[in-house]
């Protein structure tokens, strides 16, 4: 079946510690991004990225760093400068608009929470 | 900038009832998008609906219905005869044409109470 799959589902770091989340797509998708969600905020944009070896910064890129090596994969690492880590992240892809000429749905991954202890 | 705003923090309805999400819109652009995601329990967020500035007809899928307003800048989502398993947080989100970056509400919880 075609989607996007995260891992692991909950992760647990240590406070100073990198940690890496890891987004696979089969969907054939262009664009991939990552949102942040905690209670209360919805959810805002950490990075995107339209193609390979490209990505933008969203509206929280600091403390976080993104690779696009291949169309299938964006992962995220939050870094030790992220001063509050502990939130559920969500990664997403969806067509590129100019395939289709029109902005198309995202298609979300299940999350991964992470919680820094 | 734009801007999404979902007032209603938590919602609760008996099951079977109608249950209407409002949905608040801010955006400089003439041509953009509206989306509705539920998200369940499990966290994923699954697409309900998506709607361009440019067609204001009122859509019905099943039990579920949205009247795009552009004149109040609202697009508000209701629920017909509400069941349990609709018990979920809803996201409004906007887009531009172009950029495809979702800004989203900050969701409804709904509980439907058996």
């Known amino acids: 079946d075609g989607g996007i799959t995260q891992s692991p589902k909950y992760l647990f770091r240590k406070e100073g510690q990198n940690v890496t989340l890891s987004c696979e797509q089969n969907l054939n998708h262009d664009a991939m991004y990552w949102y942040r969600q905690d209670p209360g905020q919805g959810l805002r944009l950490i990075y995107y990225?339209?193609?390979?070896?490209?990505?933008q910064k969203g509206d929280i890129a600091e403390g976080y760093s993104v690779s696009r090596e291949k169309k299938e994969s964006f992962p995220l690492t939050v870094t030790s400068a992220q001063k509050n880590p502990t939130a559920f992240y969500l990664c997403?892809?969806?067509?590129?608009?100019?395939?289709?000429?029109?902005?198309?749905?995202?298609?979300f991954g299940q999350g991964t929470r992470l919680t820094v202890v | 900038a734009q801007k999404v705003t979902q007032a209603q923090t938590e919602i609760s309805v008996v099951e079977k009832e109608d249950v209407t999400l409002d949905c608040v819109y801010e955006t400089r652009d003439t041509t953009y998008y509206l989306f509705w995601y539920k998200q369940p329990p499990s966290g994923e967020l699954v697409f309900l609906i998506r709607r361009n500035s440019f067609d204001e007809q009122n859509e019905i899928s099943g039990r579920y219905s949205w009247n795009f307003q552009k004149s109040t800048s609202s697009f508000n989502f209701t629920i017909t005869a509400s069941q349990v398993v609709d018990s979920a947080v809803y996201f409004c989100?906007?887009?531009?044409?172009?950029?495809?970056?979702?800004?989203f509400g900050t969701g409804t919880r709904l509980t439907i109470i058996p």
């Open positions: 997403a892809s969806s067509i590129e608009i100019w395939r289709r000429g029109m902005n198309t749905e995202a298609f």
């Open positions: 989100a906007l887009s531009n044409f172009g950029n495809e970056k979702l800004t």
């Open positions: 990225s339209q193609i390979v070896n490209d990505f």
